[in-house]
Each structure stands twice: as structure tokens, then as C-alpha cells.
């Protein structure tokens, strides 16, 4: 039997692994996308795209592949992160990746809720649909501003979130202030877990209720899809978490990420 915690993880590893396969099955593969199975580990790599968000193993670590791990990736002159879930480690494992150099270097916290039924209060200022398919230029505007992004990438981040819109289970969403696009959101469904996996709001926008408003129809449309549960991922006692604890989510665990000590 799955435990809460497995649920959560298998969330965010199917929306992972669906991710980047549609990205690596563009033409060309022009991201550079890889994905390798070590035991009950996944490993993402992404040759373009630097940042441990596309470089990172996931799943149950077990001492025999590690060496093999961290090959993979040093082969490919990248690094990388180990995402680690509390319940899923073992102190020799821990003591594995110490020997080669390996340090914890951050938290992130997955909260999860059981999809339920939501009103959305009408408010004159705030408007939620979800997106079009000729409106991803505007969805990546939105998302590369609201992460700090270069707009410089726009087109690729437009290209990236395109080939997702008709594979099975992915869902965008556009909030507008007035009549701005201010903020975006996107959810994948697949086993009946939904996964908050990507949302922001550009920082003019901020502190207005858009992302609780996000929030809550992501939760709804998962309730009406016949979920079983609704997972996100965050900065421990970040903005995200806040809002996403005011919807009435609740901490699954806090997971560790483990990357190389700098030379």
C-alpha cells in the first residue's frame, strides 16, 4: 500500500518525468534532455537549461548507485542536485555522498490536501481562466518576469510550456488584474494525484490574492477530475507556503538538497 508520503513524491516525479519527455521529444531536442533510471532513483539532465530545477535526481537513493549518479552527470560537465525525502535516506547514503564531497544546501517543502469542492468569490479586480493555445508568449512573459527570468528566454520558455498544453493531464491557468495578465499557474494530473507544478505572479501584482485565487481553482478542478489528492512543492515558509497553508493545505514532509561543495 502507498503511503502518504510515496503519493506525494510519485506526483512530483510523474509531472517530472512527463515534463521533460515532451520537452526532449521536441524536434531536435534542442534542450538537450535526458533521463536515466538508477534503481529506484530518476536522474533529469538537461544540456541548455543549467539550473538543478531540470538537474536533479529523484526517488529512493541506495548506496550501489551513487558512483553511477554522479558519473552521469560529470560526464556531462554538469552539476546537479540530490533531492532527498527524510523517510527515503539511510545514514550510509548519507555518509556516501559526504565522502564525495556533498553537502546539504537547502530545504523544500511539499504540502498536500485532499481536493474539495471550491466556490471562487467573484471579485470585480480578478479574473481566472485558464490559458489558450495561441497565449503562451503571454504565459511565458508572465513566468519569466515573475521569476526573474531574462525575457531574453521567453521564447524558449513559450516553446517548453507549448508542447505540454495537449498532452493528457496538463492544465494552465491566467489571473488578470483588471484587464492585465498578472499572474500564471499550470497543474498535472495523472493517477488521480494532481500537482500544483508551476505558478508566479509578476511583482507589481503581488500580495493581491491572485495566487490564492489560483490556488483554490486548481483544487477545485482536481475535486471535479476525480483526484484523490492535491500536491505543491515550495520554499520552506515562503510566500508559497503561506498561501498555500491559507487554502488549507498541510506539510507532507520537508525534503533536503544535497549539491557539490564549490571547489
Keep these: 500500500m502507498n503511503t502518504l508520503t510515496d503519493l ?25 534532455i535526458e533521463i536515466r533510471r538508477f534503481g529506484s532513483a530518476v536522474a533529469f539532465y538537461s544540456k541548455t537549461m543549467p539550473w538543478g530545477l531540470f538537474n536533479n535526481v529523484k526517488g529512493y537513493l541506495q548506496e550501489d548507485v551513487i558512483d553511477d549518479i554522479i558519473q552521469f552527470y560529470n560526464e556531462r560537465d554538469r552539476k546537479f542536485e540530490f533531492q532527498i525525502i527524510p523517510s527515503k ?9 559526504h565522502q564525495r564531497s556533498f553537502y546539504q544546501s537547502g530545504f523544500h517543502t511539499s504540502l498536500f490536501a485532499e481536493p474539495r469542492a471550491v466556490e471562487l468569490k467573484e471579485q470585480p479586480n480578478i479574473y481566472i481562466r485558464e490559458l489558450k493555445e495561441e497565449e503562451f508568449e503571454t504565459y511565458a512573459r ?59 505572479t509578476l511583482p507589481e501584482y503581488r500580495r493581491m490574492g491572485l495566487q490564492s485565487q489560483l490556488l483554490q ?5 482536481a475535486y471535479h477530475r476525480g483526484c484523490r489528492l492535491v500536491v505543491g512543492q515550495c520554499t520552506y515558509g515562503s510566500a508559497s507556503h503561506r498561501n498555500m497553508e491559507r487554502v488549507g493545505m498541510k506539510i507532507g514532509y520537508t525534503r533536503a538538497t544535497w549539491t557539490i561543495a564549490s571547489e
Design 8 to 32: 506525494i513524491e510519485k506526483a512530483e516525479i510523474n509531472y517530472m518525468i512527463d515534463r521533460m519527455i515532451a520537452i526532449q521529444q521536441r524536434e531536435g531536442n534542442p534542450e538537450g
Design 89 to 97: 535516506v539511510n545514514p550510509p547514503v548519507l555518509a556516501m555522498l
Design 142 to 200: 508572465v513566468h519569466c518576469l515573475g521569476t526573474g527570468l531574462s525575457l531574453s528566454g521567453q521564447s524558449a520558455v513559450a516553446a517548453n510550456n507549448h508542447v505540454l498544453f495537449q498532452r493528457e493531464g496538463w492544465r494552465y491557468y491566467i489571473a488578470y488584474y483588471y484587464d492585465q495578465p498578472a499572474a500564471v499557474a499550470v497543474m498535472h494530473i495523472e493517477d488521480q494525484l494532481a500537482s500544483l507544478t508551476f505558478a508566479t
Design 217 to 221: 481553482a486548481r483544487i477545485n478542478e
